[in-house]
């Protein structure tokens, strides 16, 4: 080995070192700041238990939403070229860079009581803000990308002679669709919709804004942490914020799991579907 | 490789210059950490200041006093703290958190709805009345405790159980009086209930409700400097300006009233 690589090879190796350091040692810190008793006697906690269902709650609609509407569009986006669709796939990921403070604004201004469609929805009897339905509303908004950047990478890494295939073989498109397609991509979409559900359930900005906080309706589990914090409940916020990297990484963890046990993984790379596995 | 090595080598030298530099300039920067009512005529007294004390520059952070207070208490680097609540400069300054406070003015809590009141609120005996989408704070916030300690004063006025029918309204709890306000500006929320000098501020924009006297729950604003102030002198002279004619104007023009007399 050259002197030169020893010493790129410890200087990356550094580099891991300290990386792993700084995302694990707050985490660590959760766990080791409050006392185990503490922790399950704060998320016996009214406010605990009911921010924690309301988040569960509202993120797995979130999740749903996102799915349905997510999975047909990222198939056109990942197997159709046609004008715009890059533009089309681009702007879907517009969320992932605008702060959540922008995107509840932005909810206002659209669906807000005085917003774009404001005067249509108040015809209809409907008011968003402040409601559960808000919280949804803001949970998908954020969330959305990370399915649907994950499903048309998917579907774009298809081998898509085996879509004709089955086209040749006589199944229509709704059953080639089913039956070939979604199997395909199923790995890419699980791991989509893993990572949209974890930002779903640690959103914040957009829902302070759009749904705003009240215990047991539209106070999610972030916000409770914040509001506890705030309190002087420092035990509480931590014991909540424990409770979520556990929720969320076990979710997280066990999705993945579900997904391999069930054989779901492509059985050989010359499937190719490698970008589906590459953020997740 | 090596030519990446040394752009980040070259890069933290320059850090490390900048802050020395930065260190060795005779300007003091003091950090105010202020109850999110005084968001506005805050900058003015520290702008005032700086007139008179040319070299010290201000940041501010605003924010519900309690938040404020969770900061100072979590170690952040602050100089001055003026919170919204009595309650919470005890609670510092018996941890030692903050040196001595003093009461530097008062506040007044009131009843606002957007300009063009969309749910036709007449008086504060509404709120319990119909139904209304009520935004205030939360409780551990300033303005959410004086909130609801009106609410229960108020039920001699409007009847018992006034204040839990009005409580049952409300839609959102909110971390600080700059976000009810935001929320009853943009005509989201039908009410809120903010400080007078916020609602003064809103000018226009909102239709103010005077509270009943015997409602009134009076906000007394304690500031003092922090104990791990770096500055301490200077952030004492600027408690002392606060508390001096000139902070004193600038408060009484924003509608703050005076502190009471102390003995």
Same mark, same amino acid.
């Given at each position: 080995?050259?002197?030169?690589?020893?010493?790129?090879?410890?200087?990356?190796?550094?580099?891991?070192?300290?990386?792993?350091?700084?995302?694990?040692?707050?985490?660590?810190?959760?766990?080791?700041?409050?006392?185990?008793?503490?922790?399950?006697?704060?998320?016996?906690?009214?406010?605990?238990?009911?921010?924690?269902?309301?988040?569960?709650?509202?993120?797995?609609?979130?999740?749903?939403?996102?799915?349905?509407?997510?999975?047909?569009?990222?198939?056109?986006?990942?197997?159709?070229?046609?004008?715009?669709?890059?533009?089309?796939?681009?702007?879907?990921?517009?969320?992932?860079?605008?702060?959540?403070?922008?995107?509840?604004?932005?909810?206002?201004?659209?669906?807000?009581?005085?917003?774009?469609?404001?005067?249509?929805?108040?015809?209809?009897?409907?008011?968003?803000?402040?409601?559960?339905?808000?919280?949804?509303?803001?949970?998908?908004?954020?969330?959305?990308?990370?399915?649907?950047?994950?499903?048309?990478?998917?579907?774009? !890494?298809?081998?898509?002679?085996?879509?004709?295939?089955?086209?040749?073989?006589?199944?229509?498109?709704?059953?080639?669709?089913?039956?070939?397609?979604?199997?395909?991509?199923?790995?890419?979409? !699980?791991?989509?919709?893993?990572? =949209?559900?974890?930002?779903?359930?640690?959103?914040?900005?957009?829902?302070?804004?759009?749904?705003?906080?009240?215990?047991?309706?539209?106070?999610?589990?972030?916000?409770?942490?914040?509001?506890?914090?705030?309190?002087?409940?420092?035990?509480?916020?931590?014991?909540?914020?424990?409770?979520?990297?556990?929720?969320?990484?076990?979710?997280?963890?066990?999705?993945?799991?579900?997904?391999?046990?069930?054989?779901?993984?492509?059985?050989?790379?010359?499937?190719?579907?490698?970008?589906?596995?590459?953020?997740? | 490789?090596?030519?990446?090595?040394?752009?980040?080598?070259?890069?933290?030298?320059?850090?490390?210059?900048?802050?020395? %530099?930065?260190?060795?300039?005779?300007?003091?920067?003091?950090?105010?950490?202020?109850?999110?009512?005084?968001?506005?005529?805050?900058?003015?007294?520290?702008?005032?200041?700086?007139?008179?004390?040319?070299?010290?520059?201000?940041?501010?952070?605003?924010?519900?006093?309690?938040?404020?207070?969770?900061?100072?208490?979590?170690? =952040?680097?602050?100089?001055?703290?003026?919170?919204?609540?009595?309650?919470?400069?005890?609670?510092?300054?018996?941890?030692?958190?903050?040196?001595?406070?003093?009461?530097?003015?008062?506040?007044?809590?009131?009843?606002?709805?957007?300009?063009?009141?969309?749910?036709?609120?007449? %008086?504060?005996?509404?709120? =319990?009345?119909?139904?209304?989408?009520?935004?205030?704070?939360?409780? !551990?916030?300033?303005?959410?405790?004086?909130?609801?300690?009106?609410?229960? *004063?108020?039920?001699?006025?409007?009847?018992?159980?006034?204040?839990?029918?009005?409580?049952?309204?409300?839609?959102?709890?909110?971390?600080?009086?700059?976000?009810?306000?935001?929320?009853?500006?943009?005509?989201?929320?039908?009410?809120?209930?903010?400080?007078?000098?916020?609602?003064?501020?809103?000018?226009?924009?909102?239709?103010?409700?005077?509270?009943? *006297?015997?409602?009134?729950?009076?906000?007394?604003?304690?500031?003092?400097?922090?104990?791990?102030?770096?500055?301490?002198?200077?952030?004492?002279?600027?408690?002392?300006?606060?508390?001096?004619?000139?902070?004193?104007?600038?408060?009484?023009?924003?509608?703050?009233?005076?502190?009471?007399?102390?003995?």
């Amino acid at each position: 080995m050259r002197r030169s690589d020893r010493v790129a090879a410890l200087a990356a190796g550094i580099a891991t070192a300290v990386l792993f350091g700084f995302v694990a040692l707050p985490i660590l810190a959760i766990f080791l700041k409050v006392s185990p008793s503490e922790l399950v006697s704060q998320l016996g906690s009214h406010v605990a238990r009911q921010a924690l269902l309301v988040s569960i709650r509202s993120s797995l609609i979130a999740v749903a939403v996102i799915v349905l509407f997510g999975t047909p569009a990222a198939f056109i986006l990942g197997t159709k070229r046609f004008r715009g669709s890059r533009v089309l796939t681009a702007f879907l990921e517009l969320p992932l860079v605008l702060p959540p403070a922008v995107a509840g604004i932005a909810l206002f201004a659209a669906f807000g009581r005085f917003g774009l469609m404001g005067g249509a929805l108040r015809f209809f009897g409907i008011e968003l803000p402040f409601t559960q339905a808000a919280v949804v509303m803001a949970l998908t908004y954020v969330a959305l990308p990370f399915y649907t950047r994950q499903a048309v990478a998917a579907f774009a !890494s298809m081998d898509q002679q085996l879509l004709g295939a089955s086209r040749t073989l006589g199944a229509g498109r709704a059953r080639t669709f089913f039956r070939v397609a979604l199997p395909l991509a199923r790995q890419g979409l !699980s791991a989509g919709a893993a990572l =949209a559900w974890a930002r779903a359930l640690g959103e914040f900005g957009a829902t302070i804004l759009f749904a705003g906080s009240l215990a047991g309706k539209t106070q999610t589990l972030p916000l409770a942490i914040y509001e506890q914090f705030g309190a002087g409940n420092l035990d509480g916020a931590l014991a909540m914020s424990a409770l979520l990297v556990v929720v969320s990484a076990g979710l997280f963890v066990g999705f993945r799991l579900f997904v391999r046990n069930r054989g779901l993984e492509p059985e050989g790379a010359g499937w190719g579907l490698r970008s589906s596995s590459t953020i997740a | 490789m090596r030519r990446a090595l040394a752009l980040v080598l070259a890069g933290l030298a320059l850090v490390g210059c900048s802050k020395g %530099s930065a260190s060795t300039s005779s300007h003091i920067k003091l950090t105010v950490l202020a109850a999110a009512s005084l968001t506005d005529v805050f900058p003015k007294i520290g702008a005032a200041f700086t007139k008179s004390h040319p070299g010290v520059t201000f940041t501010f952070s605003f924010a519900g006093t309690d938040q404020l207070a969770a900061q100072i208490q979590q170690g =952040a680097p602050a100089d001055v703290f003026a919170g919204a609540s009595a309650t919470y400069g005890d609670q510092l300054a018996r941890a030692h958190d903050i040196g001595p406070y003093k009461i530097f003015c008062t506040n007044r809590l009131v009843l606002v709805v957007p300009a063009s009141n969309p749910a036709h609120i007449a %008086s504060p005996a509404a709120l =319990a009345t119909k139904k209304v989408k009520l935004v205030i704070g939360s409780e !551990s916030v300033p303005v959410g405790s004086y909130t609801r300690t009106v609410l229960d *004063n108020l039920n001699s006025v409007y009847g018992a159980g006034y204040s839990d029918k009005v409580l049952a309204n409300v839609v959102s709890n909110e971390d600080s009086v700059t976000s009810i306000l935001a929320k009853v500006v943009s005509g989201e929320a039908d009410a809120g209930f903010v400080y007078v000098t916020d609602s003064l501020s809103a000018g226009s924009k909102v239709r103010t409700f005077v509270l009943p *006297n015997s409602a009134e729950a009076v906000a007394f604003y304690p500031i003092a400097v922090v104990a791990a102030s770096k500055a301490a002198t200077v952030a004492r002279e600027f408690v002392d300006y606060v508390l001096g004619p000139a902070g004193q104007a600038e408060l009484k023009a924003a509608g703050f009233g005076p502190p009471p007399p102390q003995g």
